[in-house]
């Protein structure tokens, strides 16, 4: 949720750092892989207790979840963004002239609402800024699908999997992204499903996890290290070390690590990372614990983020324009001290959103009230003796307060 925040805040120098710049997979694959973990368990359960009809009504409850969650979150972005641009307070405050709105490619809905409102709706048109949520969408879709296939083999299921990533590689499952031109979904969902349903199968305990080897370690770090060339700009970039068999390689490789049909090789490179993060974790994140309680509350914190990372990840994509806003309203955008607080005061939302939103799913007013203790011995001290006679209303039999209920 972090990495994403940052890669999604315009002009932010820390996108150079994060895993993507040194590596075919990035945050996306984390995103998806530990989704696919999440689901098993938040769907897996209903499918094996209730069947199969109930579990696929479950999943088709969560895609209208994230279906109108999609749409909040386009609506919410669009419209603040052109309030901002059309009152002109960036332009009279701090002489900014950026079009936000065209940045983000926004525009369309207002000049061709006819086509664009249809297109957002239906999906067909999905702006590269919020595309994450439809692949989701899409892929939720196919989970009914490989219950009911593992049902009567699981290996059956695997290989449906594979075979919708393979008809995306050669272009067979591609989905229009606008309809006013031949531009596909960024993220072809029956490609980066093979990612998800590896971390379903995990979960689900279709695959067993893997051992604690040497030689496994070994060979997961090989494949990290040996990708980094091919990946870090720096290296392969004309402007910089300018690496020609380097650039010349991951060229002739494209086809292989390119995002959109999710490459094999993205895939071979997030599991060798994951394993690595999976030993480094210990077996239920064992080496995570026991080191003080500075670094046991960084660990509930982040804990916290990714168990709202719904929410989390709707509100990061608000906060990363509003925080880049604020930056360039202040003509800080290239300083790195702006760059901190942008940044740092973006994940500090973030926490704050996801601790708000587990209170709000914790229902507190579903719960009894606190009463104080004072409180307490004052009602059971009174009596008719004491308080006088009693009145009607406190002899009436006391019906259930529905908000307790």
């Known amino acids: 949720m972090f990495i994403i925040f940052i890669a999604h805040v315009p002009w932010n120098w820390w996108t150079l750092w994060i895993p993507a710049?040194?590596?075919?997979?990035?945050?996306?694959e984390i995103f998806v892989f530990c989704s696919g973990m999440a689901s098993a368990l938040a769907f897996g359960k209903t499918f094996d207790v209730y069947g199969w009809g109930i579990g696929a009504a479950r999943v088709v409850q969560r895609m209208w979840q994230v279906y109108w969650a999609f749409i909040g979150q386009f609506l919410i972005i669009a419209v603040v963004l052109v309030m901002v641009h059309e009152s002109g307070f960036l332009n009279d405050c701090c002489g900014l002239t950026?079009?936000?709105?065209?940045?983000l490619n926004l525009w369309h809905l207002y000049n061709k609402t006819e086509i664009a409102l249809p297109?957002?709706?239906t999906m067909t048109w999905v702006p590269n800024y919020f595309d994450i949520l439809p692949m989701y969408v899409v892929i939720l879709a196919l989970m009914p699908a490989i219950m009911l296939i593992a049902r009567y083999s699981v290996p059956g299921a695997f290989a449906f999997s594979f075979g919708l990533w393979l008809a995306s590689q050669f272009g067979l499952l591609d989905l229009p992204a606008e309809p006013w031109s031949e531009r596909k979904w960024f993220f072809n969902p029956f490609a980066w499903q093979m990612l998800f349903f590896t971390g379903f199968a995990f979960m689900r305990g279709w695959i067993p996890a893997p051992p604690v080897s040497r030689n496994l370690i070994l060979?997961?770090?090989?494949?990290?290290?040996?990708?980094?060339?091919?990946?870090?700009?720096?290296?392969?970039?004309?402007?910089?070390?300018?690496v020609v068999w380097a650039r010349e390689v991951r060229e002739a490789i494209r086809p292989l690590w390119v995002k959109t049909e999710f490459?094999?090789?993205?895939?071979?490179?997030f599991l060798a990372l994951a394993y690595v993060a999976w030993v480094a974790a210990g077996e239920h994140g064992k080496y995570l614990l026991g080191h003080g309680a500075l670094w046991g509350g960084f660990v509930r914190v982040v804990q916290k983020v990714g168990q709202q990372?719904?929410?989390?990840?709707?509100?990061?994509?608000?906060?990363?324009?509003?925080?880049?806003?604020?930056?360039?309203m202040a003509w800080a955008r290239g300083e790195w001290t702006a760059q901190i607080y942008t940044n740092f005061g973006g994940f500090l939302a973030l926490i704050a959103v996801a601790y708000v939103v587990a209170w709000f799913k914790g229902q507190p007013w579903r719960k009894p009230p606190a009463v104080s203790g004072s409180s307490s011995a004052k009602a059971q001290g009174s009596s008719p003796q004491t308080s006088g006679s009693a009145s009607a209303e406190d002899t009436a039999p006391k019906s259930k307060d529905p908000a307790l209920v």
């Open 309 to 328: 990372s719904l929410a989390v990840f709707m509100a990061s994509l608000v906060i990363a324009q509003t925080v880049a806003i604020l930056r360039d």
């Open 98 to 103: 950026q079009d936000y709105v065209n940045s």
């Open 263 to 269: 490459g094999i090789l993205r895939y071979v490179h």
């Open 119 to 121: 297109g957002l709706m």
């Open 21 to 28: 710049r040194f590596g075919f997979s990035d945050a996306t």
């Open 219 to 242: 060979a997961a770090l090989a494949i990290i290290l040996i990708t980094v060339p091919f990946a870090y700009f720096r290296v392969h970039s004309e402007n910089h070390l300018d």
